[in-house]
């Protein structure tokens, strides 16, 4: 039997107006990354900027494929990614549940906020030196200051929107006669949800940033580690192979979070709008 042949005309007219849609997002949102790498290569072809201090594109590309081809670029992504993974993880726990804590009652604020204010405005290159006498100069510090910087926009974001559940529906909950579990599970985090994936947003773009800091102080392995070994070399285009990874790697994080906001509120107003437009 022949195959059907649908003329585009037979397409409808809301679902070719999405794809012209989707199609001229996309070009507008790489764009722009797309026209500065241009500039950058052009100004390094024609010598407005000095190869040996900002490596080109071409160069860059060149150099990250051979990383790639000898092993160096995979190993060391792989511990970045185990350490940053880890951090995370340990971060969206201790996030939730100080957030738990302070946000369902005032002695729990009154006890938990006081201390984790002060810990965030520490600056992170002042806790290495006691990370290290603490944890030694394996993984264990590493992974902590991790911890450390991702878990306090969880923890803001989700205390914020703990506070701001409807009271009318706490006390629905009191007159159905929920447990307190059964409130936290099926009233409250779901309410807060929203604010939850945004603190995870920032917390996933800090993890990036502490290891940055983790991988650049007494570290055998990770990207960071490659890149000073590059240092010592005046390698700066393998210092900027490491730059592009972790910016892609913050870029795909936050496109993976962003993807599951939209999975998981499907049913807010603003994302069946951003799906049928």
């Known amino acids: 039997m022949p195959a059907t042949v649908i003329p585009s005309a037979s397409v409808p007219w809301h679902g070719r107006t999405i794809l012209r849609h989707v199609d001229a997002h996309t070009l507008l949102r790489y764009a722009s990354p797309v026209i500065l790498v241009l500039l950058w290569q052009g100004a390094c072809s024609t010598g407005m900027v000095s190869t040996r201090q900002v490596a080109s594109p071409m160069q860059v590309i060149m150099t990250g494929w051979g990383l790639l081809r000898d092993?160096?670029?995979g190993a060391n992504l792989g511990v970045s990614l185990a350490r940053a993974a880890t951090g995370l993880a340990i971060a969206v726990v201790l996030g939730v549940g100080f957030a738990l804590i302070s946000g369902l009652s005032r002695l729990g604020?009154?006890?938990?906020?006081?201390?984790?204010?002060?810990?965030?405005?520490?600056?992170a290159l002042a806790m290495v030196p006691l990370f290290i006498l603490w944890f030694g100069i394996g993984e264990v510090p590493k992974i902590a200051l991790v911890a450390l910087g991702a878990t306090f926009p969880i923890y803001?974001?989700?205390?914020?929107?703990i506070r701001s559940i409807d009271p009318r529906l706490l006390e629905m909950t009191r007159t159905l006669g929920l447990s307190r579990l059964q409130t936290i599970r099926d009233v409250i985090l779901p309410g807060?949800?929203?604010?939850?994936?945004?603190?995870l947003r920032f917390a996933v773009g800090m993890s990036w940033l502490m290891l940055v800091v983790a991988e650049q102080v007494n570290a055998e392995s990770g990207i960071g580690h490659m890149m000073m070994e590059a240092q010592d070399f005046l390698r700066t285009d393998i210092i900027m192979v490491g730059l592009v990874i972790y910016g892609l790697l913050g870029l795909v994080s936050d496109q993976v979070v962003r993807l599951m906001e939209r999975a998981l509120l499907s049913w807010r107003p603003v994302h069946q709008r951003g799906q049928g437009a």
């Open 71 to 73: 092993g160096t670029l």
């Open 192 to 199: 807060a949800l929203p604010d939850l994936l945004v603190g």
């Open 109 to 123: 604020e009154d006890i938990v906020d006081a201390p984790l204010q002060i810990l965030r405005t520490l600056p």
């Open 156 to 161: 803001l974001n989700l205390h914020k929107g």
